[in-house]
């Protein structure tokens, strides 16, 4: 115990290893917010007095906000300091996400996630740049432990929600508690000094050519981040909602289900920790593959049973865990990372979270709840693509 006091104690005098540290609090914000999706979309959409699937509009225009964020974002980044954007981005969130369980007219809580999702996107976008600025070539478990913390964030959302929900609007306090944390990190951040820089401002006085930027890799990372995103969100966002629409549990049952995907996928995300220092990345990402395309297809087998479905969601929370950090690895190792280029990568990753999602309870409207799942499965045999495409691009270089 003494040891690794010591060691801890060692590596918090790393002004690197204190940076990363807040960084992890961005993705608890990040990771809070998801996980509040999917069990507050009936109350939302009663609050507003809309179906189910109009509520899919609102994920719609909330994402389409976060993809404009996104593709700004890296411009500013590159040209200003990251540590008072961050702040005043967050304290801005804080103060719309307070409002969210307030607004009874429906278009106007469209424009509300369309603003929030401009601001996610920078706070979003920021840390996975940071850390490789910080870390270089030794970022990839730094990565892979940032998104543990948007895990660990995304499984505590649901777990209090089916704790609240009970109270009469029991589900506004998620909100509530999203707004207080997001406001007390901003604080945090407005202080927080040394916001780093990218590689080519410290060497910019160099006359040495910039090395052409390999387009082709950059898309097929970004459409990676598409698909996989697509089918994580999708998955997550609406298996409350399937798990209802198919009578197998009670609305408190259904929260726990979601929270127990998220809890899986928070436990996979922190055993990549200590695996992306022994492994590639790209090993990472084929075992991710292979793990969810079995478990998503564990409901197509038993399809009104409560124990499978959470088989799939425990089974498949783990295996995801794995796959966003090794593809952003891989992409990292491949190519030299400006906050412009994450960007564009991270542009697949805002997009996916735009369309499959948005659209997915329309289709449990039309064709019934069993189509998630074809959509989910689907969009991961798409990831494996975008994924091999990546190799032999790498391999080519």
Same mark, same amino acid.
Request: a positive charge; charged letters at 5%.
């Given at each position: 115990m003494t040891n690794i006091t010591a060691k801890f104690t060692t590596a918090f005098k790393d002004q690197g290893f204190r940076?990363? $540290?807040?960084?992890?609090?961005?993705?608890?914000?990040?990771?809070? &917010?998801?996980?509040?999706? /999917?069990?507050?979309?009936?109350?939302?959409? &009663?609050?507003?007095?809309?179906?189910?699937?109009?509520?899919?509009?609102?994920? *719609?225009?909330?994402?389409?906000? %976060?993809? +404009?964020?996104? @593709?700004?974002?890296?411009?500013?980044?590159?040209?200003?300091?990251?540590?008072?954007?961050? /702040? /005043?981005?967050?304290?801005?969130?804080?103060?719309?996400?307070?409002?969210?369980? $307030?607004?009874? !007219?429906?278009?106007?809580? !469209?424009?509300? %996630?369309?603003?929030? /999702?401009?601001?996610?996107?920078? +706070?979003?976008?920021?840390?996975?740049?940071?850390?490789?600025?910080?870390?270089?070539?030794k970022a990839p478990p730094y990565i892979n432990a940032l998104h543990f913390f948007f895990g660990l964030g995304a499984f505590v959302s649901p777990f209090i929600f089916g704790l609240l929900i009970g109270l009469e609007n029991g589900y506004r306090w998620i909100f509530w508690i999203l707004a207080m944390y997001a406001a007390l990190v901003g604080l945090r951040f407005l202080t927080l000094p040394n916001s780093p820089q990218p590689e080519h401002k410290k060497t910019e006085t160099?006359?040495?050519?910039?090395?052409?930027?390999?387009?082709?890799?950059?898309?097929?990372?970004?459409?990676? $981040?598409?698909?996989?995103?697509?089918?994580?969100?999708?998955?997550?966002?609406?298996?409350?909602?399937?798990?209802?629409?198919?009578? =197998?549990?009670?609305?408190?049952?259904?929260?726990? *289900?979601? @929270?127990?995907?998220?809890?899986?996928?928070?436990? &996979?995300?922190?055993?990549?920790?200590?695996?992306?220092?022994?492994?590639?990345?790209?090993?990472?990402?084929?075992?991710?593959?292979? &793990?969810?395309?079995?478990?998503? =297809?564990?409901?197509?087998?038993f399809p009104h049973s409560l124990a499978a479905l959470w088989v799939t969601a425990v089974g498949l929370g783990l295996f995801l865990a794995p796959i966003w950090p090794g593809g952003f690895n891989l992409a990292g190792q491949s190519l030299a990372l400006t906050a412009t280029i994450s960007s564009i990568i991270l542009l697949g990753d805002s997009l996916g979270g735009t369309i499959l999602p948005s659209v997915t309870g329309k289709i449990i409207e039309w064709g019934g709840a069993q189509s998630m799942l074809v959509l989910v499965f689907a969009s991961l045999l798409l990831t494996l693509t975008a994924f091999l495409f990546m190799l032999k691009l790498r391999k080519a270089k």
């Open positions: 940076l990363s $540290l807040n960084y992890y609090l961005l993705f608890i914000y990040l990771g809070l &917010g998801m996980g509040a999706t /999917g069990p507050t979309i009936p109350s939302l959409a &009663g609050q507003t007095g809309v179906t189910i699937g109009t509520m899919g509009l609102m994920l *719609l225009i909330g994402s389409i906000g %976060y993809v +404009i964020g996104t @593709s700004i974002s890296g411009r500013v980044f590159d040209r200003f300091p990251a540590h008072p954007i961050i /702040g /005043g981005g967050l304290l801005f969130c804080a103060a719309l996400t307070a409002l969210v369980p $307030l607004i009874p !007219i429906f278009w106007l809580l !469209i424009a509300l %996630y369309f603003t929030r /999702g401009i601001f996610d996107a920078f +706070i979003g976008a920021a840390p996975n740049t940071l850390l490789v600025w910080v870390h270089k070539e160099a006359q040495t050519p910039k090395a052409p930027v390999p387009y082709p890799l950059v898309f097929s990372a970004s459409l990676f $981040l598409f698909f996989y995103v697509g089918a994580e969100l999708s998955f997550a966002n609406w298996i409350y909602t399937y798990t209802i629409t198919l009578s =197998l549990a009670s609305a408190a049952g259904a929260a726990f *289900l979601n @929270s127990g995907f998220w809890f899986s996928f928070t436990l &996979g995300r922190l055993f990549s920790i200590p695996l992306a220092a022994h492994f590639k990345p790209a090993q990472m990402v084929a075992i991710g593959l292979a &793990g969810a395309l079995v478990f998503i =297809l564990v409901p197509f087998v």
